[in-house]
């Protein structure tokens, strides 16, 4: 009796507090998943000579170049699409016309992220690239982004894909980190890059760092094998993580050949 009294003393105060956690997980996932800052989008010191538009609602840095040429980049989850303007040059280098896209929810928005405002977002770019008869689009997604991306994939219209540090689901990734919660059931930011790719026929190449542990290796290379497209390229960049992918040189010059390449 003793005992039994001991270990229903020990496991209701866990079992308490795996629930509690769990409620805890399920009501701040989007706190948990978005990370926005404050600064200001009109007054954005990266892109001072870009233009600031906004198309049914959906703000971005716009560089006009070729009338039918277009790349869009879609950010990570932190930050802002301003603080990627180091960017630019690379993308610079093409003639084709930039656009750098910001959440709802990020610079100075009043809004809160998620998954339903910046899959708006992907639905609004989907829509001026349409209106504007761009004939050859790709899509640069990083982290989060790369669900915008293969989003935007899904809607049709997209010639080339290049994912840096992509994601097989969003579901997986947060199985991996909370294992002894039901991630697929709790996560309502869901994010589904298999499903959104598996009809995709363009171009589409994925970077991923070695020493990842944001989003580790093996999502991205499962993502990469449920692919069913064979116009598809796969590079590991050795000695690198999640955010400093950029500092290799091996990574430019291959998005900088990607880019020419594949708009040739």
């Known amino acids: 009796m003793v005992f039994r009294s001991l270990i229903i003393n020990f496991l209701i105060p866990l079992i308490i507090i795996y629930f509690l956690f769990g409620i805890f ?71 084709s016309s930039l656009i750098f896209v910001e959440y709802a929810g990020y610079s100075n928005d009043d809004k809160k992220p998620s998954r339903k405002l910046i899959l708006k ?21 990083h982290s989060i982004g790369t669900g915008a991306a293969s989003y935007h994939a899904y809607l049709g219209n997209v010639n080339s894909l290049i994912l840096v540090s992509p994601f097989s689901t969003l579901d997986e990734v947060a199985q991996s980190i909370y294992r002894i919660y039901p991630a697929s059931i709790m996560l309502r930011e869901k994010y589904d890059n298999i499903k959104w790719l598996k009809d995709y026929n363009g171009n589409i190449i994925i970077l991923h760092g070695e020493n990842d542990q944001i989003i580790p290796k093996r999502f991205s290379r499962r993502l990469f094998d449920g692919i069913p497209n064979k116009n598809k390229e796969y590079v590991l960049i050795e000695g690198k993580g999640h955010n400093d992918i950029w500092s290799s040189s091996i990574f430019k010059n291959k998005i900088i050949e990607y880019i020419n390449g594949a708009r040739n």
Request: hydrophobic share 25%.
């Open 25 to 95: 997980l399920f009501l701040n996932q989007k706190s948990m998943i978005y990370y926005p800052n404050n600064q200001d989008f009109e007054k954005c010191s990266g892109f001072l000579d870009y233009q600031k538009k906004n198309h049914n609602g959906t703000r971005f840095y716009y560089k006009h170049g070729s009338a039918d040429k277009v790349i869009i980049y879609y950010h990570g989850n932190a930050g802002s699409a301003c603080d990627r303007s180091y960017f630019r040059p690379t993308f610079e280098q093409s003639n």
């Open 121 to 141: 977002d992907v639905q609004n770019m989907h829509d001026y690239v349409k209106k504007n008869s761009y004939n050859d689009v790709l899509i640069y997604g």
